[in-house]
């Protein structure tokens, strides 16, 4: 079974692809960058396919973000 | 009062003031920090007077650049004066990054053997600048330095540049081949030429703080994301020669810098680091916001720029001194070589094509860090605050927090002047690179280090089995055709009678790093960069590929 990758996927260009994120922001207010992130999301998901890997993600993120939050463990 | 002595350089009258005829300079250099005194030294050491002028007669007030990689040091050692300077610097290698209380990660600089200077050391600019001015000192009759000699004007002509100076006693006027302007970011060069000074400000104020402590501080460099003990967004500490530690708090744009640079104000932002325990006197503070920016182009004519002249950019990640002194390795050899007649003055132009790319590179990385660390919408802070949230547990998250990524050696593979590289050779030296350093057996049977063996002239290093080997490259170094070619032999056990300069590959790091294999030679430029590598001895390759560097500003 395939697991949530934990490393660096991004072969040492990670500064570059925040860089990009956050320029993928400029201009757009708060509503419009919220529905970026929003289809973001959707289409990343939907490359990774495996149901099982988007639901360790979903946990992952949603660790520490109030009431609801899933058992998965964060500190292993 | 602080802990370094500050003593004021002697002020003369220039004997031009005296009515002689102004003499005509190779080169003058304008400001007499790190990068104009290293550049003296360097010229200095390749033979080529040059007169150095400098506004002031005091080293750095502050101790403003601490942070000097290994790449700088290897050039203060080819510059006579690294041992010093790490001897006197704190030698450091590991960095420790926090969120709040909570340690994220860890990194090691140099995790690898085998190097003769450290990954970084921490050093206040005030040390490195006394020590450059002493070392300066000892080529009287090649460096005439001239404290309290002001430019107030720069004219070019076609041959040369004529430079107005004003001195405590009255102005006078100075022609040079070339002006090499190391003035600073504030460069008085630079606005005598009308010259745009093109970049990006950033929003955010610092305040640094030197403070004395006998405290039991380790010497990694901490940096604290959103610390608990300080309202600002993020601290760094650093630790210096003499018990000093540097920290540096942000404290956001809309911060009073005329309150915050106030002793007494920042002294109380240091206990709440240090805790209440510890004895801190305070030594220098400096509260500053910044910019990237650069030059187009750091040759104009015969004016050079060098430095924070031609190029500045954040403090987070140690690419301004060092970048500096990167600079210098690349242009005073280039320059020597013009100045004497061996080179067209069209080498130069490749200075201007290494050395911009080598700050765009500072650049990029030092804005990178600089918006992961003062988000400025509150998309930008979720995606930040994501990363750090992250960090702890996913390590593809560590490589996203950036609060500072420091200063490697600019790497020049595929620029124009270096030769193409003969795939048959194994190792990552490949051209353009600069050369690692390796632990060897010298000449005299003593222990040496591989870089001490190369700069400042054109080297060969021959891989060599045996005598018979050596003594065919002997035979045979008049078909390079390279009046000032240095040749060492590589050996992997010492025969003591080569008529090559030999060095013995004590641990297999030469061998290991450069891919040597019995045959192989590699061209070193005079920087300590591969200019081109092949499988076998061959003086007119060699040869040709040095002509072509040395004619290779006209690509």
Redesign the interface.
């Known amino acids: 079974m395939t697991h949530l990758?934990?490393?660096?996927?991004?072969a040492g260009g990670?500064?570059a692809?925040?860089?990009q994120?956050?320029a993928a922001?400029r201009g757009?207010d708060?509503a419009a960058?919220?529905a970026l992130?929003a289809r973001l999301v959707l289409l990343l998901a939907n490359h990774v396919g495996d149901p099982a890997v988007v639901a360790e993600a979903i946990a992952?993120a949603r660790c520490?973000l109030g009431e609801g939050a899933t058992s998965t463990d964060?500190?292993? | 009062m602080g802990t370094y002595q500050y003593r004021r350089y002697p002020y003369t009258a220039p004997p031009e003031l005296g009515g002689g005829a102004a003499s005509r300079r190779p080169v003058i250099i304008v400001g007499a920090g790190p990068v104009g005194l290293a550049a003296a030294i360097d010229l200095a050491q390749q033979g080529i007077a040059c007169l150095v002028l400098d506004d002031n007669d005091v080293v750095s007030v502050g101790s403003r650049a601490i942070c000097w990689a290994k790449r700088t040091l290897e050039i203060f050692d080819r510059l006579g004066v690294a041992a010093r300077m790490v001897a006197k610097g704190v030698t450091w290698q590991v960095g420790r990054v926090y969120h709040r209380e909570r340690e994220l990660y860890r990194f090691d600089l140099l995790p690898e053997g085998g190097h003769r200077m450290p990954a970084f050391i921490n050093l206040q600019q005030y040390y490195v600048e006394q020590y450059l001015v002493e070392r300066a000192r000892e080529f009287p009759g090649l460096i005439d330095l001239r404290w309290k000699n002001a430019v107030t004007g720069v004219r070019q002509s076609a041959a040369g540049v004529i430079v107005t100076v004003q001195t405590p006693d009255g102005a006078y006027q100075l022609e040079a081949d070339w002006l090499v302007a190391a003035d600073g970011a504030k460069s008085t060069v630079r606005t005598l030429l009308g010259l745009p000074f093109a970049g990006r400000t950033f929003e955010e104020k610092f305040l640094i703080v030197d403070v004395r402590m006998d405290a039991d501080y380790p010497s990694d460099r901490r940096f604290w994301f959103q610390p608990t003990f300080d309202p600002g967004q993020s601290v760094l500490i650093h630790r210096q020669p003499d018990d000093v530690f540097r920290i540096d708090f942000q404290l956001g744009w809309d911060a009073d810098a005329e309150a915050e640079r106030q002793p007494e104000r920042a002294m109380e932002r240091v206990r709440r680091v240090v805790g209440p325990g510890v004895q801190c006197a305070y030594e220098w503070c400096s509260v500053y916001t910044f910019r990237c920016a650069r030059l187009e182009r750091f040759v104009h004519g015969r004016v050079v720029f060098a430095g924070d002249a031609a190029h500045v950019v954040s403090p987070f990640g140690a690419r301004g001194g060092n970048g500096g002194l990167q600079d210098v390795d690349n242009l005073c050899w280039k320059l020597a070589r013009v100045v004497r007649g061996e080179a067209p003055p069209a080498l130069i132009d490749s200075y201007d094509r290494e050395r911009t790319y080598g700050a765009d590179e500072n650049i990029r990385?030092s804005s990178?860090t600089t918006?992961?660390m003062t988000p400025k919408?509150?998309?930008?802070r979720q995606?930040r605050d994501g990363?750090l949230?992250?960090a702890?547990?996913?390590?593809?998250a560590r490589?996203?927090v950036?609060s500072g990524?420091l200063s490697k050696p600019c790497q020049l593979q595929g620029f124009p002047g270096f030769a193409p590289d003969d795939g048959g050779v194994g190792g990552d030296m490949r051209p353009g690179t600069p050369c690692d350093d390796a632990p060897v057996i010298g000449a005299d049977g003593r222990p040496a280090w591989l870089l001490g063996h190369l700069g400042s002239r054109p080297t060969a290093i021959a891989f060599v089995a045996g005598r018979r080997e050596a003594s065919d490259i002997a035979g045979s170094i008049a078909a390079a055709g390279i009046a000032d070619l240095a040749v060492v032999a590589i050996t992997d056990r010492r025969h003591g009678d080569l008529p090559l300069t030999e060095l013995t590959d004590r641990d297999g790091l030469v061998r290991a790093r450069f891919g040597g294999a019995s045959g192989v030679t590699y061209l070193i430029r005079p920087d300590q960069h591969v200019l081109g590598r092949w499988r076998g001895w061959d003086p007119a390759a060699l040869g040709a590929a040095w002509r072509n560097c040395l004619g290779s500003g006209q690509a």
């Open positions: 990758r934990r490393d660096d996927g991004f990670g500064d692809f925040y860089e994120l956050v922001h757009l708060d960058s919220g992130n992952a520490g964060q500190e292993r | 990385h990178r918006a992961f919408t509150a998309v930008e995606l990363v949230a992250l702890g547990s996913f390590p593809f490589g996203l950036n990524r």
